[in-house]
């Protein structure tokens, strides 16, 4: 069966652009935010993604997959880490409006879907700590998104 998301997060495959897990998990943070087409292998949803056309989208046969696979889901757990650590060493997203806040909507979803709510709910918990540490500056819409997305 062809489940290229599952063998990318396995660290087998390789994304769309011919990169392996441990390539974008090893993006410095100033590549994490310039490249735009990472995030949707490292965190798949069922819906098609809006900001780049053409991402992987995410089945119900290979979500189960996901689930059933320890090694997927520690290179999911792997990339949830590397996006906690980076959202916590960085400041630019932390304003009203930034695509970031898109992120971590996605985030959020495809960690409650594929690793449970406990893990959802922490890195959740841990971007809200940084928004209120630096003022409660993000718009409450995405806010919102991000409760929603925690279901």
């Known amino acids: 069966m062809d489940e290229p998301i599952r063998d990318f997060l396995r660290g087998e495959g390789r994304d769309g652009r011919g990169r392996r897990l441990a390539e974008v998990l090893a993006f410095d943070d100033a590549r994490l935010e310039a490249v735009h087409d990472f995030i949707q292998w490292l965190f798949p949803l069922p819906d098609p993604s809006q900001a ?46 930034d695509h970031n806040h898109r992120r971590i909507t996605r985030i959020i979803a495809a960690a409650r879907d594929l690793l449970g709510r406990e893990a959802a709910a922490a890195f959740h918990a841990a971007v809200l700590a940084r928004d209120r540490e630096a003022g409660g500056v993000i718009d409450p819409v995405s806010l919102g998104y991000w409760e929603r997305a925690l279901g």
């Open 52 to 97: 780049v056309p053409g991402s992987p989208v995410l089945g119900a046969a290979e979500a189960a997959s996901i689930r059933a696979d320890p090694r997927a889901r520690e290179g999911l757990r792997a990339a949830l880490a590397r996006m906690a650590r980076f959202y916590a060493a960085t400041d630019h997203w932390l304003v009203r409006h």
